[in-house]
């Protein structure tokens, strides 16, 4: 059976399937579902992983530096303007909830960013984000000429205690970011998936926003 080749001049097929020169233009839908995706697994992840090593692990570090300083150092203020020694529901709430989940949340999207380029296997990305969490809380946000340090005694401690926080922090991140990458939905290209993902997205960020 022989292929007919088409002729110059001759008309198209009208049956044959048009190629589409023009294209279909940018992809914002698509490109709103998956980012919404990633965002909302980012917040997720980091507002689990903030809870644990942010809120609770923060508690207990205090708790730790505290015992180590003894009955002199108990009753004293702090840069925060908390009382050493005394714990409150609502101190300890508001640490959990805002400065970890809350903040977490916001700082998972960090990882949502750099995962690209941490390496595939769980076992070395989990402590290398970990680590890269260490070193920018080390640069942003630890402030090593904090009184308390010195005023709470043991200063090796206390730096040591709240600098293996973030590592933590991204070591918890990375295995509950891949699970719910399993878990959640793939993001499609249309409005229901792009407006759900972002909107929620959104919600849990909005404490901080």
């Known amino acids: 059976m022989v292929q007919q080749k088409s002729v110059a001049g001759t008309p198209a097929d009208p049956s044959a399937p048009q190629s589409n ?3 279909k233009g940018f992809p914002f839908r698509t490109v709103a579902a998956n980012t919404g995706r990633a965002a909302l697994v980012g ?3 980091g507002g689990v992983a903030g809870l644990l090593a942010g809120g609770i692990g923060s508690r207990v570090a205090m708790r730790i530096v505290a015992a180590a300083g003894g009955a002199s150092i108990q009753g004293l203020e702090t840069e925060a303007e908390a ?3 005394d714990i409150t529901a609502g101190g300890t709430l508001f640490l959990i909830i805002f400065g970890g989940a809350v903040l977490g949340g916001f700082g ?5 960013a750099a995962r690209s380029w941490l390496p595939g296997h769980i076992r070395l990305r ?9 070193f920018v809380a080390a640069v942003f946000l630890l402030d090593k000429h904090n009184p308390d340090f010195l005023k709470l005694g043991h200063p ?6 709240f600098a293996v926080i973030p590592f933590l922090y991204g070591v918890i991140q990375v295995p509950v970011a891949g699970w ?3 878990k959640l939905p793939p993001a499609r290209p249309s409005v ?3 407006m759900l993902y972002t909107l929620a997205s959104l919600v849990l960020l909005a404490p901080v926003l």
Do not use: D, K, N, W
């Open 21 to 23: 020169s023009q294209g």
């Open 43 to 45: 917040v997720i992840s």
């Open 83 to 85: 009382i050493v020694g």
């Open 108 to 112: 998972g999207l960090t990882y949502v």
């Open 126 to 134: 989990a402590p290398l984000y970990g680590l890269f969490m260490t």
């Open 156 to 161: 090796v401690l206390s730096v040591t205690l």
């Open 180 to 182: 719910l990458e399993r």
């Open 192 to 194: 229901t998936p792009a």
